[in-house]
């Protein structure tokens, strides 16, 4: 092999690699003594792609299709970079070029009918996946794209059964049996089976302990269904493995103040800000454990910064028409109340139990927003 196509090779490995720079520099030295090679071309726009450089990576695919108009990998190449730009009809038009050249690539296929699904053409993409299980039934990335379309419209069996055909096709393969079986989860989620999502979280742990994203997911299905321990010790995991995850400090100091420890929930909330001082949870939350000491003036302030940060969360809102009934303000309660029952409704259920509301409850402007 010459020293030059031997650059080649080594581009594609570390491009394999996702050493994308130094795929880069080998792939730019090679084409400096073989400017008309198809492949080197097509590799250089694959890696600038990679790296975000769009533009680039357009002119080296249209010169693989100068160099040769019927290789559909020029088409191909077109069409990831307009999916990156959001231009899916554009993606769509590429794919069609690029399947006209080879109409039985279920890679292409498969791509096709996430593009259609990104323009909303449901049933197309639905087609052109069922197409594409037929071509190929081995090929799991059309089961799993079926699935996720499945999943918006609500078939949530036919969706699961998808899923665990592309598992089944997968094993062995644990990055993209990961990506799977997080979508399996999700599914679950969606189905409120919190006992088979946690089982699917398990399965990955399974195959990377520390995976921060479902270390985190168990943690969030155990704080909702008031396992405070539980989730207290998941949400310790990612903060051990990942110690500027503040998410993970907020989740922890909510157990921890679930289980009445609201000043160790302080600490971790303050742990929280330091890392993110716009943390918009931490903020109300803090407010609410400061306000729960009797701690108003405090308080206000907080639940201030929030809204500072997102005038469309509704806690702050509530929180302070607490905090105003606590004072025995009921004109400015009601203000705030009502915004935050116009951000979420679903405030309505706790407005109707909170004790700090008792009192307001009686009034004729409450029955009114609550109506």
Not at 40 to 65: K, W
Not at 240 to 262: I, T
Not at 284 to 289: D, I, L, T, V
Request: glycine fraction near 8%; charged fraction near 30%.
């Amino acid at each position: 092999m010459s020293e030059g196509y031997q650059l080649l090779e080594q581009g594609e490995r570390l491009l394999a690699e996702n050493r994308i720079d130094e795929a880069i520099e080998r792939f730019r030295r090679f084409l400096d003594g073989f400017p008309d090679d198809i492949e080197g071309q097509y590799q250089l726009g694959i890696a600038l792609y990679e790296r975000g450089e769009l533009e680039e990576a357009i002119l080296r695919f249209e010169r693989v299709r100068m160099l040769s108009p019927i290789d559909p990998r020029s088409y191909d190449g077109m069409a990831l970079v307009m999916m990156e730009k959001g231009d899916f009809e554009g993606a769509v038009n590429y794919y069609n070029e690029a399947l006209e050249r080879d109409p039985e690539n279920v890679d292409l296929l498969n791509e096709l009918g996430v593009a259609y699904h990104e323009l909303g053409e449901e049933d197309t993409a639905l087609a052109i996946y069922e197409r594409a299980i037929q071509l190929e039934p081995n090929f799991g990335y059309p089961y799993y794209n079926k699935a996720r379309l499945l999943v918006g419209k609500g078939r949530y069996d036919e969706a699961i059964g998808n899923l665990e055909t592309a598992i089944s096709l997968y094993k062995g393969e644990r990055e993209k049996l990961t990506d799977v079986l997080f979508e399996l989860a999700g599914v679950y989620e969606d189905m409120l089976d919190d006992t088979k999502a946690v089982e699917v979280y398990g399965e990955i742990l399974m195959l990377d302990l520390d995976n921060l994203e479902a270390l985190a997911s168990l943690g969030s299905i155990h704080l909702d269904n008031c396992e405070y321990e539980k989730a207290a010790a998941y949400f310790d995991r990612v903060i051990k493995l990942d110690p500027q995850n503040d998410g993970a400090y907020l989740e922890k100091g909510y157990a921890l103040g679930c289980m009445g420890d609201v000043e160790t929930e302080l600490e971790y909330l303050e742990r929280c800000l330091a890392i993110n001082p716009n943390n918009k949870y931490a903020l109300s939350n803090k407010g609410a454990a400061l306000m729960e000491r009797g701690m108003l003036a405090e308080a206000e302030g907080f639940f201030r910064r929030a809204i500072e940060v997102d005038e469309e969360y509704s806690w702050p809102y509530y929180n302070l028409a607490c905090l105003c009934a606590l004072r025995g303000d009921k004109e400015p309660c009601i203000t705030y109340l009502k915004r935050a029952l116009e951000l979420d409704p679903a405030l309505k259920e706790d407005a109707m139990r909170d004790i700090c509301l008792e009192k307001l409850r009686r009034s004729e402007a409450f029955r009114r927003l609550i109506e």
